[in-house]
């Protein structure tokens, strides 16, 4: 038993440095996962909940985030960032009053840390403002509109001024244009012409109902935009990809205008202004940001009183309260922002009947519209962010079949590819704010529905540069209190709060419990720095960091009110502090100079446990190298990633560093020879040298890496065959190897990687057979092998790995049928088997493939009957592509509002006009040619 639990002790400490590696790539669901894996096989253990909860903040799940807080410091409840993450998850939440519980116990466990005392009586006056403000609030019924003060007619215009300028109180084109384009050189708009704005705006917002109906004339279209939050030169790119807007080309933004991004205000002047100019051209619906309680924390409100003034900042928070809260468009489509409801049997009809005229409630119809979110389960569950609730498919089916409507569009939540298609296609959620925060990596959408089928067409886009003003520039100044310069006894620190809300950067996670509690018998911030490891410090910012002047500003670096961003410190049992923890390039941390050159002496800081460089060497070539002398170097975790400048080869010394456990040089333009030297490390569970220049073959001494969890080599120019050695990493979950040039075919022995849920060999020169004990790998959840001169039978094998979700064998000259087999794998969430030598016909059972949203079968020789009824063929959408295949043939009764690109049985006419999708991944839209439109009038008539 003993045996038993060291076993799963070391297992969840593998999976919580992967779960670290994950958050610090920003893949903060895929952190939770690993997380959660981590607390499965040890659930007593306080950090993985508490870093846990750091992750679910990041996806801006604070009721998840309180509830895994909450299980750490019930696990221990000394542990104080316990406490620290449910009172940082309350303060995101708007809940000073919950937080100051949790900050006085961190001060109770911390009695003699000086800057928690600090934070601690800074809450206590936020707090009791707050009380305050309540206390001499003056009834509602006795409150008069901020309007009744403003008359903008009577605000001068300075003959200096040069901006946009409204002529005879009318918005024309002519201004919006001009006045973008000010902004997007970062001038100002004078205030009597924002006054305008904004009042002509509340003027029309009040007269609309809580439930807007539109309609979109048969040949018209209709965009609707997700959260833009304040990125205002993303919006700039949208209106560029589709057109301003107009009255031939109307928009709808969903919500979430404002906050977290720093061009908020240009952002609301913008839509508000093309409001102005034609009430038809935008839409404006209520997001749960358009709040004063979101806006006072999220940087709105100090935005405004910064560009303009605190009386704007009243006037905004009135006019959001006439935003509406949901729109209809031709009865079809629901758009709201968050979601449903708490209760079946709502009607349209109700939510006409809301008086929105008010902040957003804690509870009801309006804030469940505003806050909720869907699940992937059915039925209801609490929400994640701790406000309004979780949704199944079956509560927006009911929904939607009540109201007589098609699909529920929303937004409120950041994705991935700007989108994301739920409930079996009836609810999409669209976010138009990509890289969220300048940090998130996500790409934004918008969608185009087309009169009067209303079938959404996904429009994705990547972020733009914008100038250099960081998201959450003008947050609650008490929030910015919480910076890294201020550390607390149990060593970790408040800057943590303050990424929580802002998203700002990314803070450490917890990599060891000892290096997070204090030391009971010495003050932490009595103690300096050793001389050597203080002067080796500022060798290393003189290579790298932009900022020369620190030696002058932090002479003391670890020592509190004198410590940088970017850094961390622990005292050691010589009572000095070491650095444990580097991490340059990306703000707020230390950018780096244009003249960045690597500096070796990193490892010459003997306590030194993680070191992150990230697009930091991007102008001037340099290339790992290592001090000559010995090095004795206690580093645990080395990244260097998206370093454009970063050239050379592996150094051999590498394996000099024995403590190694995760090793990333990705998207670098490393070249030569894998080192054998590295293989030598046999501690590492993670290594990655994807998106290089490598080459040479995979060395066969990679089976001295008997621990290693993640491996990916992916996008080098590796060349010969995969080596058999690779079949001794028996704990291995994730290879990647796509995007090389391997040849040969995958070793037998690959059936012994057991533990593997990631194999990915895309893009190489593999042929030949499977492995024969394929079936063996029964954890596989994703195999992905496109593009690559197979010429097999389509193996049985496949259909045996039930756990499987993705299966990608694309162009890759497969023959045979698809075996029937297939249709067993109920987990199966996307399948391309596209461009191959397919015969025979589509098996029954794909029919029943319930979770399967991407399926393209184009390109091949199939024949037959399609054996998906209507209800299939919808679900999946414009993710189906059957299309060239010139023996199959859809069923008539099934072909009637279906796109999949194939014939009518029996007829001459195709079902479709949709072109091949080249890879199946991102929706398009192609014409409609004159006849097809006359052929589905004609069957339109006919079926009436």
């Known amino acids: 038993m003993a045996t038993e639990n060291s076993t799963n002790s070391e297992g969840a400490e593998q999976l919580k440095l992967l779960a670290n590696e994950a958050f610090k790539a920003h893949k903060y669901a895929e952190a939770i996962d690993l997380y959660t894996q981590a607390i499965e096989l040890n659930s007593k253990n306080a950090v993985y909940w508490a870093n846990r909860a750091f992750a679910h903040t990041k996806l801006e799940e604070y009721g998840s985030a309180i509830l895994d807080a909450t299980k750490a410091v019930e696990f221990d409840p000394k542990y104080s960032k316990g406490y620290y993450r449910r009172g940082a998850a309350y303060m995101a939440m708007g809940k000073f009053k919950m937080a100051l519980k949790d900050f006085q116990q961190v001060k109770k466990i911390c009695p003699n840390d000086p800057d928690a005392a600090k934070k601690l009586k800074e809450c206590e006056k936020t707090v009791m403002k707050l009380k305050f403000e ?136 913008t839509l508000f202004s093309f409001k102005c100019m034609s009430p038809s051209a935008i839409y404006l619906a209520r997001g749960n940001h358009e709040s004063k309680s979101m806006n006072k924390i999220y940087g709105f409100e100090g935005e405004v009183q910064s560009k303009l003034s605190d009386k704007f900042v009243e006037l905004f928070a009135e006019v959001f309260c006439c935003l509406p809260l949901a729109h209809v468009i031709n009865e079809k489509v629901f758009v709201v922002h968050g979601g449903l409801f708490s209760v079946d049997g709502v009607k349209l009809s109700d939510i006409r009947k809301i008086d929105r005229f008010c902040e957003p409630p804690e509870e009801g119809l309006m804030c469940e519209l505003l806050w909720s979110d869907p699940q992937p389960q059915l039925g209801r569950g609490p ?89 959450m520039a003008y947050a609650n100044n008490f929030l910015r209190m919480f910076s890294p310069q201020h550390k607390m006894c149990c060593s970790f620190s408040f800057f943590s709060l303050l990424l929580l809300i802002s998203f700002l950067s990314i803070s450490s996670v917890s990599t060891n419990r000892n290096a997070s509690e204090s030391h009971p018998d010495k003050n932490l911030f009595s103690s300096d720095m050793n001389p050597l490891e203080l002067e080796t410090l500022f060798k ?68 030194l446990e993680s070191i992150f460089i990230f697009q930091c060497f991007s102008h001037t070539q340099t290339a790992i190298s290592f001090p000559k002398n010995k090095i004795s170097s206690s580093l645990q975790q080395f990244s260097l990633r998206e370093n454009s400048a970063l050239i050379g080869s592996i150094p051999p010394k590498i394996s000099s560093l024995k403590s190694l456990q995760i090793l990333t040089l990705s998207q670098n333009m490393l070249t030569g020879l894998i080192p054998v030297e590295l293989f030598s490390l046999n501690s590492l569970l993670h290594l990655d040298l994807s998106y290089n220049r490598l080459t040479g073959m995979i060395p066969v001494q990679i089976s001295n890496l008997r621990s290693l969890l993640g491996l990916d080599l992916s996008y080098n120019k590796l060349t010969g065959t995969i080596p058999a050695a690779i079949g001794q990493l028996l704990v291995l979950q994730k290879l990647d190897f796509s995007s090389n040039s391997l040849t040969g075919s995958i070793p037998d022995n690959f059936q012994q990687l057991n533990s593997l849920i990631f194999l990915a060999l895309s893009n190489n020169k593999l042929r030949g057979r499977f492995p024969r004990g394929l ?170």
């Open 383 to 471: 929400s994640k962010r701790g406000v309004g609730l979780s949704f199944g498919a079956d509560v927006t089916k009911r929904f939607l079949q009540d109201n007589k409507l098609d699909l529920v569009v929303r937004s409120h939540e950041v994705k991935d590819e700007g989108y994301e298609i739920e409930h079996d296609g009836k609810l999409i959620t669209v976010f138009s704010a990509p890289n969220y925060c300048d940090q998130m990596g996500n790409k934004g959408a918008f969608i185009r529905f087309e009169a009067p089928d209303l079938k959404p067409n996904i429009v994705t886009f990547t972020a733009v540069p914008h100038p250099d003003v960081k998201p």
């Open 775 to 944: 079936r063996e790998l029964q954890n596989l959840q994703y195999f992905i092998m496109d593009d690559n001169p197979m010429f097999v039978t389509l193996p049985l094998e496949f259909g045996h790995l039930r756990k499987l979700q993705e299966l990608r064998l694309a162009n890759s000259g497969y023959s045979g049928r698809i075996p029937p087999i297939y249709s067993q794998l109920t987990n199966l969430s996307a399948l391309s088997l596209q461009n191959n030598r397919l015969t025979g016909e589509i098996p029954t059972g794909f029919g029943n493939l319930s979770h399967i949203y991407h399926l393209n079968l184009s390109r091949n020789f199939l024949g037959g009957i399609v054996p998906f009824n209507s209800s299939f063929l919808k679900r999946l959408g414009r993710n189906l592509d059957l299309s060239s295949n010139p023996g199959l043939c859809l069923s008539p009764s099934e072909a009637f509002g279906v796109n999949v690109g194939i014939d009518v049985c029996g007829s001459n006419k195709t079902a479709s006009s949709i072109r091949p999708l080249k890879n199946s991944e991102a929706p398009f839209q192609c014409p409609k040619p004159f006849i097809l439109t006359i052929f589905w009038v004609f069957l339109a008539l006919h079926h009436i």
């Open 134 to 269: 309540e206390a001499i609030a003056a009834p509602e019924s006795e409150r008069r509109s901020i309007v009744d003060s403003i008359d903008y007619r009577a605000i001068d215009v300075e003959p200096q001024y040069a901006g946009a300028r409204i002529e005879d109180d009318v918005v024309t084109l002519d201004f919006v244009k001009k006045m973008m384009d000010d902004f997007k050189n970062q001038k100002c708009l004078h205030k009597r012409y924002a006054y305008h704005i904004i009042l002509q705006t509340r003027e029309m917002l009040q007269s609309l109902p809580a439930l807007v109906d539109l309609n979109v004339p048969t040949g018209k279209h209709f965009t609707v935009c997700g959260d833009v939050h304040g990125q205002f030169y993303d919006l700039l790119n949208i209106f560029e990809l589709n057109g301003l807007p107009s009255e031939d080309n109307p928009y709808l933004f969903n919500g979430d205008f404002v906050d977290r991004g720093s061009f908020s205000l240009e952002v609301i002047l």
């Open 540 to 607: 290393i910012m003189e290579s790298v960091s932009s900022d020369q002047n620190w030696r002058i500003s932090h002479p003391k670096p670890c020592n509190p009110g004198s410590s940088w961003l970017g850094i961390e410190c622990k005292t050691g049992i010589d009572n000095h502090f070491h650095v444990t923890r580097l991490d340059f390039g990306t703000p707020p941390n230390p950018t780096c100079k244009n003249t960045a050159i690597f500096p070796s002496e990193i490892f010459e800081l003997p306590n």
